[in-house]
């Protein structure tokens, strides 16, 4: 009986403030005005996140249906397990230092599906980041210890507008998917230089000097 004495009690408070608010307070032509300022603060949140999402687009470029070369990656030693790297890309070069004795690529890939992918819109990718990694698990755990959410990423976009980000944690597979590509655990050579090639299923190193021959035969 208890709650339901004050179940009761809580209703006829709730009836009263709304009798007192409809009695005091109801305006057909306030309420109009409320809707369309709401209307009109959610069309500039939506106009907002659209051009966002158009700015953070034109970092991406077309996946060619075959493996094309999409820039070049070069590397130079600086210090003791410590490299210069030298990304020659769609937008340009972008130079990199990283630590380590192996490196790996990063490269974001948004891939359409149903009525875009029908319509002929075709599969983008934009480098992301480029990392250094320690053979050592001590010397790794070290340098994990900064967090590789913490390095900066080569197309320069914050995490709080990253289209590609978005998209992935939304999971709208049924219209656009947030999918990726990796190069992962390539010795660094002081002077490697390499071609990178990328296509509808992956990204590939290819090497442009001995250097980067020797260092793709460490790792093979």
């Given amino acids: 009986m208890q709650y339901l004495g004050l179940a ?3 209703g006829c408070v709730a009836g009263l403030l709304a009798l007192l608010a ?11 005005s409320w809707l369309k300022g709401n209307l009109l603060l959610a069309l500039l949140a939506v106009a907002a996140g659209l051009g966002l999402a158009a700015w953070d687009l034109q970092h991406f470029a077309e996946i060619e249906p075959k493996a094309a070369t999409v820039g070049t ?3 130079s030693k600086i210090g003791n397990q410590q490299y210069e790297a030298v990304l ?3 937008q340009g070069n972008e130079t990199v230092r990283i630590a380590g004795d192996l490196w790996e690529l990063e490269v974001e890939v948004l891939r359409w599906h149903g009525l875009p992918s029908a319509l002929g819109l075709v599969d983008g990718y934009r480098l992301h980041r480029l990392l250094g ?3 050592a698990l001590e010397q790794e755990r070290d340098s994990s210890a900064i967090g590789s959410e913490l390095l900066p990423n080569l197309h320069s976009t914050p ?3 990253d289209l590609w980000a978005w998209i992935d944690s939304m999971e709208v597979h049924r219209v656009i998917e947030a999918d990726a590509f990796e190069v992962r655990f390539i010795p660094l ?3 490697a230089r390499f071609s990178l090639e990328l296509g509808p299923t992956g990204l590939t190193p290819v090497p442009l000097n001995p250097a980067a021959t020797a260092a793709l035969k460490r790792f093979n």
């Fill in 8 to 10: 009761i009690l809580l």
């Fill in 73 to 75: 990656l070069s590397f």
């Fill in 189 to 191: 050579v002081d002077g």
């Fill in 159 to 161: 995490p709080w507008r």
């Fill in 133 to 135: 990694r320690y053979l």
């Fill in 22 to 32: 409809l009695r005091f307070g109801w305006r057909l032509q306030w309420v109009l």
């Fill in 88 to 90: 020659n890309g769609p």
